[in-house]
């Protein structure tokens, strides 16, 4: 058990990689609050979690309100008298998932974006720190960014900088909450990730990677690593896992990537590289009933 007695609280676990590790955490051992803002997705994770014979409840919570990420923090501690780890996870894809080029984007779309992502974060951390701070009681925090945030995914600008932000405020939380014990740290995921991230939100949850979803060889993608299977959300989950466990004491202020090199080059995920007028899009390995829904 590697996260035994931890008290666990993600945002935006309803889905993907939240979803999948708060399902892999409960089996280590941790206590969960799971929330998300679509109603009902953070409950179903919950109630899997239980009927598992683990620890968890589940809050609707929108990562976009300081309302909701200090009541996140007062339910947890309510429920089960601490806080331990606190990971700001939930996150909102470009507008048109690529096919929307920045010149043609709205500043209400760069805000949401940023509002989600990077806000989100921050106001999640803020609320833990404050009660781990106040409480003498460190703890750690873990953030969700992407591979993006190293590089750049062609139609995905807003999403990029928003990423590349989090690095940011992981590395100068490290340095203000050092101090206090508190650990700040983040997973940047390249593939093996949620195909729901791609659909809207009233979708089914999939628990699926993109990769799994389509005819699988390896051959066919931008992905160094040649395994014979393809990427699953778990494979995400496994480094947050040592993120979030006392594994990881002495690691604080990174931005890690669960990739296979791949970042590097491109994603597994075919982008449209012409985000200008054309709409010569190649669909590449998103297969083409995903990519029905996300042209919907
Ligand atoms: N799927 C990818 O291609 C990919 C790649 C790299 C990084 N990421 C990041 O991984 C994280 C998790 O996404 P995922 O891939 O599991 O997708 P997902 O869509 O399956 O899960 C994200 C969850 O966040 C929730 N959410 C969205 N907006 C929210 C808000 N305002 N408040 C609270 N919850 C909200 C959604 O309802 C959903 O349940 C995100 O930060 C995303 O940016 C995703």
Request: glycine share 12%; proline share 6%.
């Given at each position: 058990m590697r996260l035994?007695?931890?008290?666990?609280?993600?945002?935006?676990?309803?889905?993907?990689?939240?979803?999948?590790?708060?399902?892999?955490?409960?089996?280590e051992g941790a206590t969960l609050v799971v929330s998300d803002v679509v109603p009902g997705r953070a409950q179903a994770v919950a109630k899997e979690i239980v009927e598992n014979g683990g620890t968890a409840i589940g809050i609707d919570a929108d990562v976009r309100s300081e309302a909701d990420?200090?009541?996140?923090?007062?339910?947890?501690?309510d429920h089960y008298g601490r806080i331990d780890v606190m990971w700001g996870n939930a996150g909102v894809p470009e507008p048109g998932f690529g096919m929307q080029p920045l010149h043609k984007s709205s500043l209400e779309d760069w805000n949401n974006i940023f509002a989600v992502n990077t806000t989100g974060i921050y106001l999640a951390w803020r609320a833990a720190a404050?009660?781990?701070?106040?409480?003498?009681?460190?703890?750690t925090l873990l953030g969700t960014s992407s591979a993006a945030s190293f590089t750049a995914y062609?139609?995905?600008?807003?999403?990029?900088?928003?990423?590349?932000?989090?690095?940011?405020?992981v590395r100068a939380a490290s340095l203000e909450f050092g101090k206090f014990g508190i650990r700040a740290n983040a997973i940047c995921p390249t593939h093996g990730m949620?195909?729901?991230?791609?659909?809207?939100?009233?979708?089914?949850v999939l628990g699926k990677s993109y990769e799994e979803m389509a005819p699988w060889n390896p051959d066919n993608r931008a992905m160094p690593l040649r395994v014979d299977t393809p990427p699953v959300i778990r494979d995400n989950a496994y480094l947050a896992l040592f993120l979030v466990s006392d594994e990881s004491r002495y690691t604080s202020g990174q931005s890690i990537a669960?990739?296979?090199?791949?970042?590097?080059?491109?994603?597994?995920i075919v982008f449209p590289t012409d985000t200008g007028e054309s709409d010569d899009?190649?669909?590449?390995?998103i297969p083409d009933e995903l990519r029905n829904e996300i042209e919907r």
């Open positions: 035994k007695d931890k008290v666990i609280a993600i945002t935006g676990s309803g889905s993907g990689l939240g979803r999948e590790s708060a399902l892999l955490f409960a089996a990420m200090d009541n996140l923090v007062a339910t947890t501690v404050r009660w781990m701070i106040d409480n003498k009681r460190p703890g062609p139609g995905f600008p807003m999403y990029t900088a928003s990423k590349a932000a989090v690095n940011g405020l949620s195909v729901n991230f791609a659909l809207p939100p009233e979708a089914e669960s990739a296979d090199g791949g970042q590097f080059a491109r994603t597994s899009i190649t669909s590449g390995a």
